[in-house]
């Protein structure tokens, strides 16, 4: 049974806190923000693996605030970068076990490293998959079986949206954990090979801000052109609602 949630232009978004995520059977763990809704439209298996998230997490305040108007309830944002902070510290009570999917082998190394100076009691194992749009059954097959070989508790994905959500969509039933989770750039900051916006701003809900202005040419598209497609549709939906 999944956990409630709040109905944002069709998609159930998590409106409660992270220990309400169940942790004891398999549980994929996805995340919505403006800029992925509007993918989504355009992207028929990129919606069917959000709507078949056990957990879409709030993961940008263009949800926070599509919530406010259009079931009138707040809501927190959650990040990615917040669960996955949060199942690194219930490993560590556990002496648990993580499997990282994706990326570099640099990235990687530095997760490792990063993890076994915070995270002493966590074991960690990882695999970077061949840089490709899609990957072929042999390929699938190879990454399914370092998964349960290392048998993880919680498997992190990180192969950028929406290809990392589409792949576990299409692969978890194979996969042998109980938490699947795309978290997607979390990967680099941890690692420290892209930097995260400061506290300051992601506390001020100016994260997005930050990340604009460190990385204009790759992030204006998003900000600027794609988010404001579901803040149109969130008055639509909100006047529909009036009429």
């Not at 490709?132 to 059954?137: D, E, T």
């Not at 498997?155 to 954990?177: H, I, R, S, Y």
């Not at 204006?220 to 794609?226: A, C, E, I, P, V």
């Amino acid at each position: 049974m999944k956990p409630s949630g709040v109905n944002i232009l069709g998609y159930s978004v998590f409106d409660g806190e992270l220990n309400r995520i169940p942790l004891d059977r398999k549980t994929v763990i996805n995340t919505l923000n403006g800029h992925s809704y509007t993918v989504a439209k355009k992207d028929q298996l990129f919606s069917n693996a959000l709507h078949e998230s056990d957990i879409l997490l709030p993961d940008g305040v263009s949800m926070v605030i599509g919530a406010r108007v259009l079931c009138g309830k707040k809501i927190k944002k959650i990040a990615g970068y917040d669960l996955f902070l949060f199942l690194l510290n219930y490993l560590e009570s556990q002496n648990g076990r993580c499997f990282f999917l994706g990326s570099t082998e640099a990235t990687l190394h530095g997760i490792k490293s990063r993890i076994a100076k915070e995270f002493p009691d966590v074991r960690v194992g990882s695999f970077s998959p061949p840089y490709k749009p899609v990957f072929s059954s042999e390929e699938n097959l190879i990454m399914q079986n370092k998964v349960n070989d290392f048998r993880p508790k919680v498997l992190f994905v990180g192969m950028t949206a929406p290809k990392q959500e589409k792949w576990v969509c299409d692969n978890k039933d194979q996969l042998n954990v109980d938490i699947i989770c795309s978290i997607g750039a979390v990967f680099d900051f941890y690692a420290g090979t892209s930097k995260r916006p400061s506290n300051l701003l992601i506390n001020l809900k100016l994260e997005w801000l930050g990340r604009l202005l460190k990385e204009p040419k790759r992030m204006w598209r998003r900000y600027l052109l794609s988010t404001p497609v579901f803040f149109i549709d969130v008055i639509r939906q909100k006047a529909m609602f009036k009429a």
